[in-house]
């Protein structure tokens, strides 16, 4: 009798403590395997996955090792959800100056078809945020943070846009052909150390920021120290754009970077202006940080609980590194319909000396209309290959009534700025 009782006793607490581990936040493979795959759509490299937050329909989310919290942008689908909310936090946009406030949602749960995240806290913002979409042409309403990462190792591959999710007591050996580097985890973001050689200034060793969510290849800030040089060729432009404002600074090259052993060259680098949001970077002791420019030229595999990182030459390694060759960073509209504009034109720059201004609208480009092309293929074709003949056609506006326009066709050439 006793035996039959410590039976039933062990059993429940093997029960137990089961249910208790079934409560524990995270992200889990949803079937008894060892690993799942995950599919995602595409844009510069960027990752975009489609999520339900509690059984609603699924929308858009950018996976981002850089952000510590899952954010969802539109407090507009958060009430159609009928989020709770426990408390608000104010968070400091991209640019130092904007503050956003959001609104904490806690113990959500987020389906992704094959994985599930429990008991997932979500911050959603006060103000709806969609101006993503603007610079990468894809819908995106949230971000995936630290917590899809924080137990099971994440093989990402770019050249098959397959994420494959792994139980978090799997992958215990490097897999075949991969190099393997340190990572730390410092406030839920990924950190490696790499080696930078500049042009026209002396080599140094960085501690680096692994950012999926930016779509730089690498990014140095001169203010966390002496050593970081502009080099001699560089063009001053608009960085990009993400929460809460737009990043300015210079675009220029390094001669190479190197991460284990592996060594990309001519990397196009960006310097972003000092903000009164540089000294978190400074407190970091981070100089910079690699984002999906650099990291899509590999397979990767990051895993947080075993504090590595493991990555191989991908299919686009030799690739070289390209930037913008027509001096116009297009933006999508705000509409319904598919329609570009020319967010910033660069002053010198082939398209700007053939006559394309600020807000211009794209209407087609080499005969093809505007709404026939995807935005991250209007990037590539600006970076595609010099001496290129781009002839687009353009609606500029006079004023205010959107009937006021006229009509104006260009023809340029593409031209390497550095």
Do not use: C
Request: hydrophobic share 40%.
């Amino acid at each position: 009798m006793f035996i039959k009782s410590l039976s039933y006793g062990f059993i429940f607490n093997i029960l137990f403590l089961l249910s208790i581990m079934a409560q524990v936040p995270g992200f889990y493979v949803k079937k008894d395997a060892r690993k799942t795959e995950l599919p995602f759509m595409a844009s510069n490299n960027l990752i975009i996955v489609p999520v339900s937050i509690n059984d609603s329909p699924p929308i858009n989310f950018l996976i981002d090792t850089g952000v510590k919290t899952n954010i969802l942008f539109s407090k507009t689908i958060g009430e159609q959800l009928e989020l709770n909310y426990t408390r608000k936090l104010n968070l400091m946009g991209a640019d130092g100056k904007t503050v956003l406030t959001a609104n904490v949602s806690p113990s959500n749960h987020l389906d992704l078809g094959p994985i599930e995240g429990t008991l997932q806290t979500v911050l959603v913002l006060d103000s709806d945020f969609f101006e993503l979409e603007a610079v990468i042409g894809i819908p995106v309403f949230g971000v995936l943070g630290y917590e899809f990462f924080k137990y099971n190792p994440i093989r990402i591959d770019y050249d098959k846009n397959i994420i494959t999710f792994y139980r978090s007591d799997a992958l215990k050996w490097r897999p075949f052909g991969f190099r393997k580097i340190p990572l730390s985890i410092e406030n839920g973001k990924p950190y490696i150390n790499g080696k930078v050689r500049q042009i026209g200034g002396e080599d140094f060793d960085a501690k680096l920021l692994i950012d999926l969510g930016a779509n730089h290849g690498l990014l140095l800030n001169r203010e966390t120290s002496d050593v970081i040089q502009l080099p001699p060729q560089t063009i001053k432009s608009d960085l990009g754009r993400s929460l809460g404002g737009d990043l300015f600074g210079f675009i220029g090259r390094t001669k190479s970077t190197n991460l284990g052993g592996l060594k990309f060259k001519d990397v196009i680098t960006s310097y972003p202006e000092e903000t009164e949001f540089s000294y978190v970077i400074q407190e970091s002791g981070r100089q910079g940080s690699l984002g999906s420019e650099l990291l899509g030229k590999t397979k990767l595999i990051l895993d947080y609980r075993r504090e590595r990182m493991l990555f191989k030459k991908g299919n686009k390694f030799s690739v070289p590194f390209d930037y913008d060759m027509s001096g116009i960073i297009p933006r999508m509209m705000p509409t319904e319909d598919v329609r570009y504009i020319a967010n910033s034109v660069r002053e010198g720059s082939p398209a700007y000396e053939a006559g394309v201004r600020v807000g211009d609208e794209i209407m087609s480009i080499n005969g093809i209309p505007a709404d026939f092309w995807e935005l991250s293929d209007i990037v590539k074709l600006f970076r595609s290959e010099a001496g290129r003949e781009i002839k687009i056609s353009l609606k500029r506006f006079r004023s205010e009534n959107p009937e006021d326009f006229e009509l104006l066709d260009v023809v340029f050439e593409l031209e390497r700025q550095i």
